[in-house]
């Protein structure tokens, strides 16, 4: 059965003011990771390299084995901060896994940012997509939910592909989104070929349904 592709909705253009304003937004995030990159991981391989060269002048037994330890927990904390900052830019399971893994992984994140465990309720086996679709649904959950500064709940459910589309709902006790987050969402969605419910107030919470086309189940 071919998958049908949900109609997208009739979006209205973005005017100029809300392109600067997206523009704006996406190099504050590329500032964040050159920040990170520059002081963080450089100073941590400054620091592997000095405790490196101590390591390698020291004569006490256990001194040196301190500094190797040090090397190991410095080089481990630069690794866990890598992944981070890749993931910020793209989720490393999109490509193999797919949404529901990505969503997954990106839900410990959550976690940690907001310390509440998110409600995951995903299809077995959870439905699939072209990798484009799959990733534009993923920055969709993501330019809904990082504009947030605190959540005390929020669940996520993907549904089994009926009639080949499959259904991504969010949904989070925080405010709805401002308009120029909507409107981004809204193009997002439209580009992507996705059909997006987003109410314009949030009443009871906020809801996000997104429907995608599924060409295949996870195996």
């Known amino acids: 059965m071919t998958a049908r592709t949900p109609a997208a909705p009739d979006t209205p253009s973005i005017p100029a003011d809300a392109l600067r304003e997206l523009y704006a937004r996406q190099e504050a ?45 410095i080089a481990d904390d630069t690794v866990a901060r890598l992944r981070d900052l890749y993931a910020d830019l793209r989720p490393p399971q999109i490509d193999t896994l797919g949404l529901a893994a990505s969503l997954r992984g990106e839900a410990e994140r959550w976690q940690a940012r907001w310390g509440v465990a998110p409600r995951l309720q995903m299809a077995d086996p959870a439905p699939r997509a072209e990798p484009a679709i799959e990733l534009a649904a993923f920055r969709l959950v993501q330019d809904l939910l990082l504009p947030l500064p605190t959540l005390a709940s929020l669940e996520l459910r993907l549904s089994a592909a009926r009639g080949g589309v499959a259904v991504l709902e969010v949904h989070h006790d925080g405010p709805a989104p401002d308009p120029l987050t909507a409107a981004l969402l809204q193009s997002r969605a439209t580009a992507a070929g996705l059909a997006l419910h987003l109410p314009g107030e949030a009443q009871a919470g906020m809801r996000l349904r997104v429907e995608l086309p599924a060409t295949m189940a996870e195996a």
Request: hydrophobic share 45%; no cysteine; aromatic share 0%.
């Open 29 to 73: 995030e590329r500032r964040v990771v050159a920040r990170a990159l520059h002081n963080e991981i450089g100073q941590a391989l400054s620091a592997i390299k000095m405790s490196a060269h101590l390591a390698g002048d020291e004569d006490d037994a256990v001194q040196r084995r301190q500094d190797l330890a040090d090397i190991v927990r």
